[in-house]
């Protein structure tokens, strides 16, 4: 039998710690596009709809599946020849992500909100595309008993990622300015880019050794690369309905979300109290949720943990309502804050699960973007009117109001879990 310290000391394989970084790379732009870019909007005095409507800025993430063949595919001419299929994207994305992140920074959103979001638009979309090739990287690099290192390592990195850009670059901002924020930002995608460059090419899937589709039958490769992954899906019973589970699950949470930042502004916290609580200790209660939720899928069962820490994360919201009837209050945010993230971090445990399950091995790649794509449509097109209807009811009743919106995605947990079970 294998002993703990031989299991934990695959962490330290250089291949896992690139996978790492890699993670860090993928998880650095999202805050910029999300939370850090709300609460300067808020700062500036941009108005709750608008900081709202900002939020569809992310509508890449969601549709990142439309256009993952093609990086699957598609050569970069002798960029693609040096540098290999995995590396070539990786490279040109994250350079593209280092040049528009310090774009954004030199921005004025108080006098041309347009241009601020035009950038932000390109960031979520460069984004979305380096996760596709990271994804892949990832699982083409490890070998199979890595696999599970692998996930790990990657949202650790992740969750690191966005600690830098959300809390790092909030302590930047108060002591050197906005500009200075991200243009530090920007140089931290250097890791990912160095990280790379010091990684070998993994060896390309069998049929996939010359990237971009067959010139000589396009309509073949078409039906094999796009159709056949979503037509296997859609023959499968109840398809339409764990799709619409997948998109409810998360909107509750995502709806709270889109407005907690210009909701700690009202409320009178600082940039540094902001920085500490939600986006450090936040983040490390997201992680221990994750790690809880883990043990409740192994312990309860995959449909049981769906619901169960549903409910939760529908719970958890009400104790914004607590801290907006409190007003300005340290030791309440710190334990709203932790409270909320680790339901949520329960419930991407068990969300994540469910959707690696629902992936044909075959189509594994291409079904995971459309089904991780459809998640982010809460957090992105649904949440949009979250700075609308902030505005229509006071903060209160607003975050009363995204328990409410968690209650259809627990409704159709349980419909769908008893009609259509999860895969064992």
Known sequence: ?????????????????????????SGLPLPLTFGTLTFWLAETGVSRTTIGMLTLVGTAYSLKFLWAPLVDRLPLGPITRRLGRRRGWAVVTQLGLMLAILALGFTDPARNAVATAAVAVVIAFLSATQDIVIDAYRIELLAREEQGAGAAATQWGYRFGMIVSSAGALYAAEFGGWPVAFTIMAACMLVGTTTVLMTGEPAAPAGAADPGPPSTDLAAWFASAVIGPFSEFMRRPGWIAVLVFVVLYKFG??????????????????????????????????????????????????????????????????????????????????????????????????????????????????????LSSLATVGRTTLSASGGWLSLQLDWPLFFLMTTIAALPGIAMAVWVMRRFPPPR
């Open 253 to 370: 949470d995502a709806l709270a979300g889109s407005m907690a930042n210009p909701f700690y502004v009202a409320m009178g916290f600082t940039r540094v109290e902001v920085a500490n609580i939600s986006k450090i200790f936040g983040v490390v209660a997201t992680l221990g949720g994750v790690a809880a939720g883990g043990l409740l899928v192994h312990r309860q069962g995959l449909g049981r943990a769906l619901i169960v820490c549903g409910v939760l994360q529908a719970v958890s919201n009400l104790t914004y309502v607590v801290q907006a009837l409190a007003g300005h209050n340290v030791a309440l945010l710190t334990a709203t804050i932790g409270i909320e993230n680790f339901a949520g971090g329960m419930g991407s445990a068990a969300f994540v699960a469910y959707l690696s399950g629902l992936c044909n091995v075959a189509y594994t790649a291409t079904q995971y973007a459309l």
């Open 1 to 25: 039998m294998t002993s703990w310290r031989d299991s934990l000391s695959v962490y330290l394989r250089p291949r896992l710690l690139a996978v790492l970084l890699m993670g860090f790379s």
